[in-house]
């Protein structure tokens, strides 16, 4: 299944990336044992996925990656 469209692209790719970064952070706080998990990760997901969607469409293509 290729994506044509570009923004198709960078949503797709910036939850991958969301859903990965979320995964691993949330077995870290398991690990330490940290208060409110749920909370902590729906909050640090919703920045991570903010900062990679602007990475994406302005950074990245500025920087020719």
Do not use: C, H, N
Not at 17 to 25: E, G
Not at 39 to 47: E, R
């Amino acid at each position: 299944m290729a994506v044509k469209s570009p923004i198709a692209r960078i949503l797709i790719r910036s939850l991958a990336t969301t859903v990965l970064f979320v995964v691993l952070y949330g077995i870290y706080l398991t690990i330490g044992r940290q208060p409110d998990i749920p909370m902590t990760l729906a909050a640090t997901g919703a920045f991570y996925f903010a900062a990679a969607l602007v990475m994406e469409r302005f950074v990245f293509p500025r920087l020719g990656l």
